[in-house]
């Protein structure tokens, strides 16, 4: 049976690069799968968890957003940054999401850093609801 390249790069780093028969990754507009023979396509990534299948067995990794291309049975996620679930620092990211709504609350709407907390709290929560599916 045919199976998928999957490749995980961070600015810092490749991450991983594996072969699988099935990878779920955290799309823009929700979670979508890729098997073997998938169409070509480009996705932003949202903070969420990447989900590796292979003989049956998952792995997963955390990714904190960017974009990945499917082409040619090949998975390239390009993330900002990513860590295998079993590494995540549960109290530290907890630390950051309570950090980054203290800050929220000296900010409004139109402030240009209110989004920039709003993405942090959003990333370091996706960060500990992954670290959840260990």
Excluded: W
Aim: hydrophobic share 45%; net charge negative; aromatic share 4%.
């Amino acid at each position: 049976m045919a199976k998928l390249t999957v490749e995980i790069v961070t600015p810092e780093k490749r991450i991983l690069s594996v072969q699988a028969d099935e990878a779920i990754v955290p799309g823009g507009e929700g979670l979508f799968g890729v098997r073997p023979g998938h169409t070509p396509f480009l996705s932003l990534v949202e903070p969420g968890t990447l989900t590796l299948i292979e003989a049956g067995k998952q792995d997963r990794y955390f990714v904190a957003g960017g974009f990945v291309e499917v082409s040619n049975d090949k998975v390239l996620v390009l993330a900002d940054a990513a860590e295998h679930v079993n590494g995540i620092d549960v109290a530290g990211a907890r630390r950051r999401m309570e950090e980054a709504q203290a800050r929220l609350k000296d900010l409004n709407a139109a402030d240009a850093r209110y989004a920039l907390e709003q993405a942090a709290v959003r990333r370091e929560a996706a960060r500990i609801s992954a670290s959840e599916s260990r």
